[in-house]
């Protein structure tokens, strides 16, 4: 068994997520995202959707982007 680097439970049913070179274990996709999601600069929401980039920020959506006064960024829907 391994055990989730997020909350420690020791799980014989843990997965792994290998991102940017790094492997880490998870025992539900509640810890993956506390631990691989970004966090939106304006509303600090974990972004588990698609969300956007401006100057190398994530935000949630667009709205929070311009909250922060960057210009031209607009949701696709």
Not at 16 to 33: N, T
Not at 44 to 70: D, L, N, P, T, W
């Amino acid at each position: 068994m391994a055990k989730c680097e997020v909350c420690g439970n020791d799980y014989g049913m843990t997965f792994e997520v290998r991102a940017q070179g790094a492997v880490h274990v998870f025992d539900c996709f509640s810890c993956a995202i506390h631990r691989m999601a970004p966090v939106c600069e304006n509303c600090k929401v974990s972004i588990i959707g698609q969300g956007v980039e401006a100057e190398g920020m994530f935000y949630c959506g667009a709205h929070c982007a311009r909250e922060q006064g960057k210009a031209g960024i607009v949701d696709h829907v």
